[in-house]
């Protein structure tokens, strides 16, 4: 078992080297070294801040279960739909980007939406039926 | 006055790492499979000499498979990358910050992999929408970094094999230590997690699955968009060939035994009628009909030899990809065609007016359009 982790760690090691020699061969590899540290920095010190401060919020608010859930859902799709919905610039021919994002993005919002209340009040009448007379 | 500085305290809950090893195998698959069906994809477009002659052209779905696990497995991995690092947030500000060196080399590929898996996501996914704010070239970088990301994963699950095997089950001894009452509560943001996946994977995957397609909300391409109800790239405008006249047209077919074709000539030899899906490397495909002459064809009578090479030349005058090469798997094969036609129909200008390529398992880019030129080059 100690071997195998050795073994997967140098491999790991290896594979890194592989990805840096590959980056020297970038015309500029400063431009790249930038770009991954601000990656890096905008999700530690905006994202994930504002996620857990949604979370505080949510947490005081004495709320988890279906209200996190619903959050999460539409925050990762609003995350994916990020790009076609603020890409800048006209696009190399019409077939590119053809949808009408903003209200795509709308629709998944109460897609969402719906979908929870449905899905508590679900819960919720299951859950009485279960104890009947209280 | 002295600033006293102290880290942050967090008393939230499921910041533990049973919930980052739950998050993290499923995200670790999802990187796997981004990484392998990338190198396949990089391979395929850009082949090493000691496997040019060998990329297979059979199955005739196989690119079109691959590329579009590539961009759903990425998507996918963005809802479980952000649950991931949310999990183990806390740990960026663990006290004292270095302990020994061993611990300083442990968070320094920590920092590698987390900077490194959100630019790969994050660039990976601004390409498909053809946005490019970095002043880089993308598809060097962005193949250069997965290596650093999958090699720093491989070293992550490495240092950390002894923590994901105390807590890789609901019954294991690392669970069994953590509060009994975050169970439920766990399950609950797990399950949130996974209709996150399903959400953007629906919403996406259509462009290329296009069973789907019906649930296309946020994919960069729509695969009935486009003239002839398919997408197009470089247009012909945009490639400073526009409609190209018929009386003007010749085919060049150089090899052992040269020979030039009008359109007319062309159109006149033997015609055969295939089902190709054209699969771009930015994710989408789609199936379509095509007829025309069979590039095998065009080569016997050229005196061309069994195992030689093709480079197609496109008309085009501007833009990248004006010339392609193909092994002799792909130029022998007898579903590979000049097309003519596209769903019965004379090509659109945008899809290649008056001939293409069109090949089975073969990234998109790579099938010329306004072919100009056959050339033999053994």
Redesign the interface.
Known sequence: ?KAL??L??T??????????S??T????PT??LV???G??L???LV??PV??LV??VL?RGGS??PV??AL??A???T???L??LL??GR?????????D?PR??L??LVA?ATVTALWAAARGFARRRRRPGR | MKLHVSPPAFRGRLHDPRTATSIGRWLGVAFAVCFVTGLISHFMQHPPGWLADDIPSRPVWGYRLTQGLHVASGIAAIPLLLAKLWTVYPRLFAWPPLRSVKHALERLSVGVLVAGAVFELATGLLNTAQWYPWPFSFVPVHYAVAWIVFGALALHVAVKAPEIGAHWSRRSPGTLALPVEDGPDRRSLLAAVGAAVGAVTLTTVGQSFTPLKDFLLFAPRDPDKGPQSLPVNRTAAAAGVGRIADEAYRLVVAGPRSYTLTLDELRALPQHEVELPIACVEGWSKSARWGGVRVVDLLERAGAPAHARVRVVSLQLRGGYRVSEMGHEHARDPLTLLALRLNGEELDPDHGYPARLIAPDRPGVLQTKWVGRLEVTT
């Open positions: 078992m982790r050795v997967v760690g491999a790991g090691v290896a594979l890194m080297a592989v990805g840096a590959l980056l061969d970038v015309r500029d431009d790249v770009w991954l540290g990656a890096a905008l999700h530690d994202l994930a996620v857990l979370g505080l947490v988890r279960g996190r859930g999460l859902v925050g990762a799709l995350a994916v739909a790009p076609v890409r800048p696009t190399a021919n019409p077939s590119v980007l053809p949808l994002y795509n993005w629709i998944s969402v």
